[in-house]
């Protein structure tokens, strides 16, 4: 079946420690998310990347970091930088190949971050 | 910018019940889409329905529409004869033709309980 997969479900992360969450799709599609959702809050985008090989900032990517160096893979890695990580991450994929504003987001399952 | 608004944080339903989850939205785009994601305790978000802000008619999937306001700028959610599976968080989001092509901007949530 095709998806998106996010691995480790949990993660837990020391103090000046970096992490990374991984993000795999078989959907075959050329754009991908990572969004942050904090309790209470709706989920805002940290980085995006349309085409492998390229990605760009979303609205708080600082402290964070990603590479997009297969069309299948988009890893996401949360640096020392970022004080304040807790949260659950959200990765997610589209076909922006249909053009238009009805390109609908499909989501993995998500990875919650903690700090010990 | 865009902006999306749901200001019922907590919304409770009898089983079998209707029940309208409301959505306001503020954009420049000329032309964009409206989408309501549903996400269960397990923490995917799966896609319910979407709205083209050119489309003539309300969207309708099964037991869910989407109650379509263009000059309120309101896109409000109606589940019909709720199930105790419709329990979980409901988002409202939006993405417009522009600058925020690739962004999808997320309301902050409500969180529907049915009750039996």
């Known amino acids: 079946d095709g998806g998106i997969t996010q691995s480790p479900k949990y993660l837990f992360r020391k103090e000046g420690q970096n992490v990374t969450l991984s993000c795999e799709q078989n959907l075959n599609h050329d754009a991908m998310y990572w969004y942050r959702q904090d309790p209470g809050q709706g989920l805002r985008l940290i980085y995006y990347s349309q085409i492998v090989n390229d990605f760009q900032k979303g609205d708080i990517a600082e402290g964070y970091s990603v590479s997009r160096e297969k069309k299948e893979s988009f890893p996401l890695t949360v640096t020392s930088a970022q004080k304040n990580p807790t949260a659950f991450y959200l990765c997610a994929s589209t076909d922006p190949g249909q053009g238009g504003p009805n390109e609908k987001l499909f989501f993995g399952s998500g990875t919650q971050l903690s700090v010990l | 910018a865009q902006k999306i608004t749901q200001t019922q944080p907590g919304m409770f339903v009898q089983e079998k019940e209707a029940v309208t989850l409301d959505c306001t939205y503020d954009t420049s785009d000329p032309s964009y889409g409206l989408f309501w994601y549903k996400q269960p305790s397990s923490g995917e978000m799966i896609f319910l329905i979407y709205?083209?802000?050119?489309?003539?008619q309300n969207a309708t999937e099964g037991r869910y529409s989407l109650n379509f306001q263009k000059a309120r700028k309101s896109a409000n959610l109606v589940i019909s004869a709720s199930q105790l599976g419709d329990s979980a968080m409901y988002f409202c989001?939006?993405?417009?033709?522009?600058?925020?092509?690739?962004?999808?901007?997320f309301g902050k949530g409500t969180l529907l309980t049915v009750n039996p």
């Open positions: 709205q083209g802000s050119y489309d003539q």
């Open positions: 989001a939006m993405r417009g033709i522009g600058g925020s092509n690739y962004k999808l901007t």
